[in-house]
T-cell receptor, first 113, second 113 residues
Framework: DGGITQSPKYLFRKEGQNVTLSCEQN?????MYWYRQDPGQGLRLIYY???????QKGDIAEGYSVSREKKESFPLTVTSAQKNPTAFYLC????????????FGQGTRLTVV | SQQGEEDPQALSIQEGENATMNCSYK?????LQWYRQNSGRGLVHLIL?????REKHSGRLRVTLDTSKKSSSLLITASRAADTASYFC?????????????FGKGTKLSVIP
């Protein structure tokens, strides 16, 4: 089935550790996005990419890094520089020509232990 | 910065009643979209309205857009307990070559059976 898949569903990180969240889509979508959601809050944009090997910072990029080596994949690394990483992370993708709706993965809940 | 601001933040209604949620935004847009999120899950697209449209319907959903007031509303008619979720508006801004999708903080809707 076509879709967008995030893994893992739950992730635990120790202080000072880098972790990578996976996001894969087989929808042939051009653009991919990473959002952070804190309890009871909206979605804040971390990074987005409109084309392979190119990406732009969103509103809260500090402490995060991404890569877009393949159209299907847009992994997010939460680095030790991110001081408060505990949150729900959502990945999305969509076509941009023409611009249409975004499709979301089921999210990864990251907890610092 | 978050582009859209939903109002109210929370809404509680009886089953069968109508629910209205509002969204205000700050900059010029190409389109505005509404999404739904069940607790702890990814977002699901509901409806997209383009900047040259004023009203759009989809089943029990009715969306209006007033670009002069930079606002939109989502009406859910004859609500059901299954409509309980958080609802978000998202905007596609008109920046050249930018496909950034920006979300508001959401309205949490509770439909009481």
């Amino acid at each position: 089935d076509g879709g967008i898949t995030q893994s893992p569903k739950y992730l635990f990180r120790k202080e000072g550790q880098n972790v990578t969240l996976s996001c894969e889509q087989n929808l042939n979508h051009d653009a991919m996005y990473w959002y952070r959601q804190d309890p009871g809050q909206g979605l804040r944009l971390i990074y987005y990419s409109q084309i392979v090997n190119d990406f732009q910072k969103g509103d809260i990029a500090e402490g995060y890094s991404v890569s877009r080596e393949k159209k299907e994949s847009f992994p997010l690394t939460v680095t030790s520089a991110q001081k408060n990483p505990t949150a729900f992370y959502l990945c999305a993708s969509r076509k941009i020509s023409p611009v249409v709706e975004a499709f979301f993965g089921q999210g990864t809940r990251l907890t610092v232990v | 910065s978050q582009q859209g601001e939903e109002d109210p933040q929370a809404l509680s209604i009886q089953e069968g009643e109508n629910a209205t949620m509002n969204c205000s935004y700050k900059t010029s847009i190409n389109n505005l979209q509404w999404y739904r999120q069940n607790s702890g899950r990814g977002l699901v697209h509901l409806i997209l309205i383009r900047s040259n449209e004023r009203e759009k319907h989809s089943g029990r959903l009715r969306v209006t857009l007033d670009t002069s007031k930079k606002s939109s509303s989502l009406l859910i008619t004859a609500s059901r307990a299954a409509d309980t979720a958080s609802y978000f508006c998202a905007t596609d801004s008109t920046g050249a070559g930018s496909y950034q999708l920006t979300f508001g903080k959401g309205t949490k809707l509770s439909v009481i059976p």
